[in-house]
C-alpha cells in the first residue's frame, strides 16, 4: 500500500472503503421499547464510512461515523457497541459535530460515560467495550482511528447490554 490522503467535507464523505448503514429495524433489539412508527419508516439511525485498510496487525483503521438525532420512546439513538476481538486494543474518537455520549465499561463491570463534542478527543482504553450515543438534536460526526486488526464482538453486549441506557429528559439527559 502506498500513503494516501482523503478529505472530507460535511457530511459527503467517500473514504474508499466500506460504507456500513444500520436502520431501526436492523438494531431495534438495543433499545429498551419497540416504537412501531419508526418500525414502518425505518430511518438509518447510523452509517460509517471506512477506509480500505486492511484488516492487518499494523494497520491502523479509520473511519467517520454519522449518528443521526433522534430516539425511541425517549432513548436516544445509539450504535450497537462492542468489545475488540483482540482485548489488548484502543481506540481514539475525535468529535467533529454534534454531541455525544460514550458509554464505556469492562467485563470486570467498571463503567464511565465520557461526552463527546466537536474538538474532543476521547481515548478508549483497551478492554472497555464502547458505544455511541446522540445526546444532541443534530447529526453526531465523529471520527475514530483503531488498530485494524483488533474486529468487532458484538456478542458479548448482545447477551450482557451496557449497565445504563440514556434518555431524553426536558433539561438534558439522564443515564438509567
Ligand atoms: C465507531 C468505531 C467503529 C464502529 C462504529 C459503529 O466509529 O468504533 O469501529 O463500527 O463506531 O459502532 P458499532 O460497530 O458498535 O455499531
Ligand atoms: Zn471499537
Same mark, same amino acid.
Given at each position: ?42 430511518? @438509518? +439511525? $447510523? ?15 479509520? %473511519? /467517520? ?55 474532543? @478527543? +476521547? $481515548? ?15 447529526? %453526531? /460526526? ?35
Amino acid at each position: 500500500m502506498k500513503p494516501f490522503v482523503v478529505s472530507f467535507k460535511g457530511r459527503e464523505i467517500d473514504f474508499k472503503g466500506r460504507r456500513i448503514v444500520r436502520r431501526y429495524r436492523d438494531i431495534m433489539g438495543i433499545f429498551q421499547a419497540v416504537d412501531p412508527t419508526l418500525e414502518s419508516e425505518n430511518p @438509518v +439511525v $447510523y452509517e460509517v464510512f471506512e477506509a480500505p485498510i486492511p484488516e492487518a496487525e499494523g494497520e491502523l483503521m479509520f %473511519l /467517520v461515523t454519522i449518528l443521526y438525532p433522534g430516539d425511541v420512546k425517549g432513548e436516544y439513538f445509539m450504535t450497537k457497541g462492542h468489545y475488540h476481538v483482540v482485548e489488548g486494543t484502543a481506540e481514539v474518537y475525535l468529535g467533529l459535530q454534534g454531541k455525544g455520549l460514550i458509554l464505556c465499561q469492562t467485563k470486570e463491570g467498571d463503567f464511565e460515560a465520557v461526552e463527546m463534542t466537536p474538538s474532543s @478527543v +476521547v $481515548y478508549i482504553p483497551p478492554y472497555w467495550a464502547h458505544r455511541t450515543v446522540n445526546v444532541s438534536d443534530e447529526p %453526531l /460526526v465523529f471520527f475514530a482511528v483503531y488498530p485494524a486488526h483488533a474486529g468487532h464482538d458484538y456478542e458479548t453486549i448482545e447477551r450482557e447490554g451496557f449497565k445504563k441506557r440514556v434518555f431524553k429528559t426536558e433539561t438534558g439527559y439522564v443515564l438509567r
